[in-house]
Each structure stands twice: as C-alpha cells, then as structure tokens.
C-alpha cells in the first residue's frame, strides 16, 4: 500500500537479491510470469522506438528517423551502461541493435551467469541457449560486445566499473586497449531502482552523469514502474516486502531526478502491455 515517507522502510540489498535468485534464470523469471507473452516485445521495441527518437543517429538502417546526413559506420563507438539487466533481455533485444558496447551489471549470481552463458553461445554462434535465446547481434562476428560485471547498484561506480570485485569477463568485440572505464553514451536502467533508497538513488544518478561521456548529448534512461501520485497531488511511494523494493510515482521520480541535479527531456508512458499492471514510464534524463 502506499504510504508517507516517514513510514516507509529503506530497501534491503540482500533481501532483494535473495529474492531475485530464488525466481527462474528466464525471461519468464525476470518478468515475473510475463516472459512467454507478447510483454517481452512489446517492451523491446517501446524501448528501441524511445532511444532512437532521442538518438537517431544510432539508427543502421535507411528509415524516416535516420538523419538524411548519417554516415554508414558512426564516427565512434557507442558505449551504453546496463545495470539491473538480469539475463541480459534489454542488452540482447535492445542495445546490442543500436550500440557497439555494453556494460552489463547484474548483483544477482544466477541471473548475471545466466548472461554470461547466453552471450558465451552467441560468441560460438550458437542458434539457441536453453532452447529460448536468440543469438545475440554482433557478437559472433565480433563487431559489438558485452562486458559482464557482479555487482549492486550501491557497489559499483558507473565512473570506474574496473573497480567492482566480479568483473566476470567479455564477449566479441576485443578492443587494443583496455575501455572498461570509458565513459558512457547512455545509460540505461530499468525495472531496478526500486531496489534503491531516495538518497542511494541520487547517489547513483549523480555518478551516472559523471560517467556520460558528452553531458550535453548523453542520456540516462530510466524505464520504471509507476504507482498513482497521492491523493494530494503529491509524491507517493509503494514499498513491496516480496523483494523489498520501492515503486514510486511520477512525481516522486520526478523529485529524485530534480535532486540529483536532473531534468527530464523526454518521458512517454509504455504502450501495449497486460492491463492490471503499474504503468510504466520512460524517462530520458541529463
């Protein structure tokens, strides 16, 4: 239920992760009883459809989006910041598409192995893993790549995230020089700052912006679910003992992002999933 912020407790890091291991290293798992629907698709394509409204330079094929003066190739490789990514769904449905390089971090051993072994087969250019996963692009041919990190989003520092004690290895593309502590182009954080105090949050978005490497141009991306504002008209928040996780509402999302310094340039309500669920929101954030 909702409640004021005097009443609601701090989420707990390790009651999160006991959770989330004890939950299938699937789509299904990671979604919540979702993954075999129409939700995973619609999410990826919501999310593809959003970063490439604010980035259309990222688009590789001919397409009304794309600017009329793109080049074939970008002039740099793209670096995107994943954490909270699970399995690796949004890395391989969504950012592997438009990006060169991601950055996975995952606190939650299962699932980041999980990862790993996906993109492992993908780099044997294996057809499936599990008989569900769909090779991962650009990794067989070692155009892009994805470097897998262990680690809470109170742990690392997208600044520095060679500094995380699990740096669990990397798949296709291998660079000359090492680049793991290159700053981002994006990054991307969804269904996973619940797991976040308000000021642990700010913490994290602060060092997020630090880690961008053109603050004028690069984003963090917020995709999260939504309760409804208070009664009021004022912030609300939802604490869920399942996971102890915080589920905030617009306006309270909006606050956080105001005190880190943030603001938003874009946002948009994600279209086409289940009815009975948390709207979920995207947010676009310098």
Partial sequence: MASTDEMIPEPDVQTGIDYWASQPASYDGVLGGFGEGSLPRVDALGSRQFLLYLMPELCTVPSAIRPLDATETLPRRTRVLEVGAGIGRVTADV?????S???LVEPVESLVQEALKRGRASEMAA???NGTSIEWKGIAGKSKSVTFIQDTLQG????RPSKSDKVLGRVGYIPQEDDLDASFDVVWCQWCLGSLSDADLVSFLKHSQAALRDPAKGLIIVKENCCTDADDGGPSTVYDETDSSL???DLAWKNVFSEA????VHEQVQRGFPSGLYTVKMYALR
């Fill in 95 to 99: 950012l592997l598409h438009l990006a």
């Fill in 101 to 103: 390089d991601i950055v």
């Fill in 127 to 129: 057809s499936k893993t």
């Fill in 156 to 159: 690392m520092d997208p600044l």
């Fill in 247 to 249: 589920t905030r509402s």
């Fill in 261 to 264: 310094g943030l603001r938003v």
